[in-house]
Protein backbone atom coordinates (compact mmCIF):
# COMPACT_ATOMS: atom_id res chain seq x y z
CA UNK A 1 0.00 0.00 0.00
CA UNK A 2 1.01 3.63 -0.44
CA UNK A 3 1.02 5.77 2.59
CA UNK A 4 0.55 8.96 3.42
CA UNK A 5 2.56 10.90 5.78
CA UNK A 6 0.80 14.56 6.51
CA UNK A 7 2.96 17.23 8.45
CA UNK A 8 2.09 18.65 10.76
CA UNK A 9 -0.73 16.89 12.73
CA UNK A 10 -2.23 20.41 13.79
CA UNK A 11 -1.15 23.63 13.65
CA UNK A 12 -2.36 27.33 15.05
CA UNK A 13 -1.96 30.19 13.12
CA UNK A 14 -4.03 33.67 12.86
CA UNK A 15 -5.94 35.36 10.41
CA UNK A 16 -3.91 36.80 7.20
CA UNK A 17 -1.42 34.27 7.89
CA UNK A 18 0.00 32.21 4.91
CA UNK A 19 -0.27 28.50 6.21
CA UNK A 20 1.68 25.35 4.37
CA UNK A 21 0.60 22.01 4.83
CA UNK A 22 2.90 19.03 3.20
CA UNK A 23 1.75 15.22 2.65
CA UNK A 24 4.76 12.45 1.19
CA UNK A 25 3.57 9.31 -0.45
CA UNK A 26 5.54 6.01 0.45
CA UNK A 27 6.56 5.53 -3.23
CA UNK A 28 5.70 7.76 -6.47
CA UNK A 29 2.52 8.46 -7.42
CA UNK A 30 2.42 11.11 -10.35
CA UNK A 31 0.46 13.93 -9.39
CA UNK A 32 -2.30 11.91 -8.40
CA UNK A 33 -3.42 13.60 -5.41
CA UNK A 34 -6.47 15.62 -4.05
CA UNK A 35 -6.73 17.36 -1.04
CA UNK A 36 -9.77 18.22 1.22
CA UNK A 37 -11.20 20.23 3.85
CA UNK A 38 -13.45 19.06 6.15
CA UNK A 39 -15.36 21.81 8.32
CA UNK A 40 -16.38 20.93 11.66
CA UNK A 41 -19.44 18.48 11.50
CA UNK A 42 -19.58 18.54 8.14
CA UNK A 43 -18.78 16.66 5.04
CA UNK A 44 -15.19 16.83 3.45
CA UNK A 45 -14.56 18.58 0.44
CA UNK A 46 -12.15 18.95 -2.52
CA UNK A 47 -10.60 21.65 -2.67
CA UNK A 48 -7.34 20.84 -5.42
CA UNK A 49 -6.89 17.63 -7.75
CA UNK A 50 -4.03 16.42 -9.75
CA UNK A 51 -1.82 17.89 -7.11
CA UNK A 52 -2.44 21.68 -8.54
CA UNK A 53 -5.89 22.29 -10.18
CA UNK A 54 -7.97 24.13 -7.99
CA UNK A 55 -11.93 22.60 -7.89
CA UNK A 56 -14.74 25.21 -9.31
CA UNK A 57 -15.52 27.60 -6.88
CA UNK A 58 -12.72 27.08 -4.07
CA UNK A 59 -11.33 30.17 -2.91
CA UNK A 60 -7.69 31.44 -4.93
CA UNK A 61 -5.93 31.77 -1.98
CA UNK A 62 -5.76 27.46 -2.06
CA UNK A 63 -3.29 26.39 -4.15
CA UNK A 64 -1.45 23.14 -4.56
CA UNK A 65 2.04 21.96 -5.80
CA UNK A 66 4.38 19.12 -6.35
CA UNK A 67 4.66 15.72 -7.66
CA UNK A 68 6.27 12.12 -7.53
CA UNK A 69 6.14 11.94 -3.63
CA UNK A 70 6.17 15.83 -2.15
CA UNK A 71 3.40 17.51 -2.12
CA UNK A 72 2.07 21.25 -0.46
CA UNK A 73 -1.20 22.56 0.13
CA UNK A 74 -0.72 26.48 0.65
CA UNK A 75 -3.28 29.07 1.88
CA UNK A 76 -1.69 32.38 1.04
CA UNK A 77 -3.56 34.00 3.69
CA UNK A 78 -5.57 32.49 6.42
CA UNK A 79 -9.44 32.93 7.17
CA UNK A 80 -11.39 32.42 9.97
CA UNK A 81 -13.77 29.63 7.67
CA UNK A 82 -11.09 27.90 6.69
CA UNK A 83 -10.88 25.94 10.38
CA UNK A 84 -10.72 22.43 10.41
CA UNK A 85 -9.23 19.38 8.90
CA UNK A 86 -7.20 19.10 5.51
CA UNK A 87 -6.50 15.59 3.76
CA UNK A 88 -4.48 14.33 1.07
CA UNK A 89 -5.41 11.28 -0.76
CA UNK A 90 -3.34 9.52 -3.15
CA UNK A 91 -5.39 8.00 -6.09
CA UNK A 92 -2.40 6.48 -8.17
CA UNK A 93 -3.17 3.08 -7.50
CA UNK A 94 -5.30 1.11 -5.06
CA UNK A 95 -6.47 0.93 -2.02
CA UNK A 96 -6.56 4.62 -2.00
CA UNK A 97 -4.89 5.78 0.79
CA UNK A 98 -5.43 9.00 2.94
CA UNK A 99 -3.07 11.16 4.73
CA UNK A 100 -3.74 11.05 8.42
CA UNK A 101 -5.14 14.94 8.70
CA UNK A 102 -3.94 17.74 9.65
CA UNK A 103 -5.83 20.12 12.41
CA UNK A 104 -6.09 23.69 11.81
CA UNK A 105 -7.25 25.99 14.07
CA UNK A 106 -7.67 29.70 14.66
CA UNK A 107 -4.78 31.72 17.18
CA UNK B 1 -25.54 20.16 -10.48
CA UNK B 2 -24.34 16.87 -8.93
CA UNK B 3 -25.56 15.41 -6.49
CA UNK B 4 -25.56 12.53 -3.84
CA UNK B 5 -27.53 12.07 -1.51
CA UNK B 6 -27.06 9.23 1.55
CA UNK B 7 -30.04 7.64 3.68
CA UNK B 8 -30.34 8.43 6.79
CA UNK B 9 -28.68 7.12 10.46
CA UNK B 10 -29.15 3.83 11.22
CA UNK B 11 -28.65 2.39 14.96
CA UNK B 12 -28.77 -1.07 14.94
CA UNK B 13 -27.48 -4.15 17.52
CA UNK B 14 -24.35 -5.87 17.12
CA UNK B 15 -24.89 -8.85 15.08
CA UNK B 16 -27.15 -7.58 12.62
CA UNK B 17 -27.36 -6.48 8.74
CA UNK B 18 -27.11 -2.87 7.16
CA UNK B 19 -27.43 -1.68 3.79
CA UNK B 20 -27.32 1.95 3.58
CA UNK B 21 -27.59 3.81 0.24
CA UNK B 22 -26.30 6.84 -1.80
CA UNK B 23 -28.13 7.91 -5.12
CA UNK B 24 -26.59 9.98 -7.82
CA UNK B 25 -27.79 12.54 -9.69
CA UNK B 26 -27.25 15.72 -11.81
CA UNK B 27 -24.31 13.68 -14.05
CA UNK B 28 -23.95 10.45 -16.17
CA UNK B 29 -24.40 7.88 -12.90
CA UNK B 30 -22.83 4.60 -14.62
CA UNK B 31 -19.57 6.31 -15.97
CA UNK B 32 -18.23 7.53 -12.82
CA UNK B 33 -16.97 5.49 -10.11
CA UNK B 34 -18.50 5.36 -6.33
CA UNK B 35 -16.38 5.36 -3.08
CA UNK B 36 -17.37 4.58 0.15
CA UNK B 37 -15.07 6.28 3.27
CA UNK B 38 -15.60 5.49 6.61
CA UNK B 39 -14.82 8.18 9.70
CA UNK B 40 -14.64 6.88 13.10
CA UNK B 41 -15.69 9.69 15.52
CA UNK B 42 -12.79 11.99 16.42
CA UNK B 43 -10.79 9.92 13.76
CA UNK B 44 -9.14 10.76 10.36
CA UNK B 45 -11.15 9.36 6.73
CA UNK B 46 -10.53 5.70 5.27
CA UNK B 47 -11.21 4.82 1.97
CA UNK B 48 -13.19 1.52 2.29
CA UNK B 49 -14.01 0.96 -1.66
CA UNK B 50 -15.12 1.54 -4.41
CA UNK B 51 -17.32 0.86 -7.85
CA UNK B 52 -17.62 1.25 -11.07
CA UNK B 53 -22.13 1.41 -11.62
CA UNK B 54 -20.99 0.60 -15.49
CA UNK B 55 -20.08 -2.80 -15.00
CA UNK B 56 -20.21 -3.12 -11.16
CA UNK B 57 -16.27 -4.06 -11.18
CA UNK B 58 -15.42 -3.63 -7.57
CA UNK B 59 -11.91 -2.63 -5.41
CA UNK B 60 -11.70 -3.17 -1.58
CA UNK B 61 -9.16 -1.72 0.48
CA UNK B 62 -7.20 -4.85 2.37
CA UNK B 63 -8.84 -3.70 5.90
CA UNK B 64 -12.92 -4.04 4.35
CA UNK B 65 -12.54 -6.85 2.12
CA UNK B 66 -14.43 -9.52 3.45
CA UNK B 67 -16.20 -6.78 6.34
CA UNK B 68 -18.54 -4.98 3.54
CA UNK B 69 -20.14 -5.40 0.54
CA UNK B 70 -20.60 -2.69 -2.13
CA UNK B 71 -23.11 -2.86 -4.92
CA UNK B 72 -25.00 -0.68 -7.09
CA UNK B 73 -28.38 -0.69 -8.79
CA UNK B 74 -27.58 1.73 -11.86
CA UNK B 75 -31.26 1.85 -13.50
CA UNK B 76 -31.93 3.72 -10.20
CA UNK B 77 -28.72 5.72 -9.75
CA UNK B 78 -28.06 4.05 -6.62
CA UNK B 79 -24.55 2.22 -4.92
CA UNK B 80 -24.98 0.73 -1.52
CA UNK B 81 -22.67 -0.93 1.45
CA UNK B 82 -24.06 -3.47 3.00
CA UNK B 83 -23.21 -5.75 6.58
CA UNK B 84 -23.91 -9.07 7.35
CA UNK B 85 -23.23 -9.00 10.96
CA UNK B 86 -22.18 -5.41 12.45
CA UNK B 87 -19.89 -5.31 15.18
CA UNK B 88 -19.65 -2.24 17.66
CA UNK B 89 -16.96 -1.05 16.22
CA UNK B 90 -18.74 -0.07 12.77
CA UNK B 91 -20.32 2.72 14.56
CA UNK B 92 -18.89 5.40 12.28
CA UNK B 93 -19.98 7.98 9.48
CA UNK B 94 -20.05 6.80 6.50
CA UNK B 95 -19.38 9.03 3.14
CA UNK B 96 -20.18 8.27 -0.39
CA UNK B 97 -18.37 10.00 -2.91
CA UNK B 98 -18.13 10.45 -7.17
CA UNK B 99 -15.08 9.42 -8.67
CA UNK B 100 -11.12 7.66 -8.03
CA UNK B 101 -10.42 11.49 -6.62
CA UNK B 102 -13.43 11.62 -4.94
CA UNK B 103 -14.79 15.14 -6.61
CA UNK B 104 -17.94 15.46 -4.96
CA UNK B 105 -19.10 13.65 -1.27
CA UNK B 106 -22.72 12.66 -0.09
CA UNK B 107 -23.54 13.86 3.42
CA UNK B 108 -22.42 11.09 5.38
CA UNK B 109 -24.59 8.30 7.21
CA UNK B 110 -24.02 7.51 10.93
CA UNK B 111 -24.42 4.54 11.85
CA UNK B 112 -24.64 3.62 15.66
CA UNK B 113 -23.83 0.04 16.92
CA UNK B 114 -24.90 -1.18 20.47
CA UNK B 115 -26.32 -3.40 22.53
Known amino acids: DIQMTQSPSSLSASVGDRVTITCRAS??????LGWYQQNPGKAPKRLIYAASTLQSGVPSRFSGSGSGTEFTLTISSLQPEDIGTYYCLQYNDYPITFGQGTRLEIK | EVQLVQSGAEVKKPGESLTISCKGS????????IGWVRQVPGKGLEWMGI????????RYSPSFQGQVTISVEKSINTAYLQWSGLKASDTAIYYC????????WGQGTLVTVSS
Open chain 2, 51 to 58: IYPGDSAT
Open chain 2, 26 to 33: GYSFPSYW
Open chain 2, 97 to 104: ARGLALDD
Open chain 1, 27 to 32: QGIKND
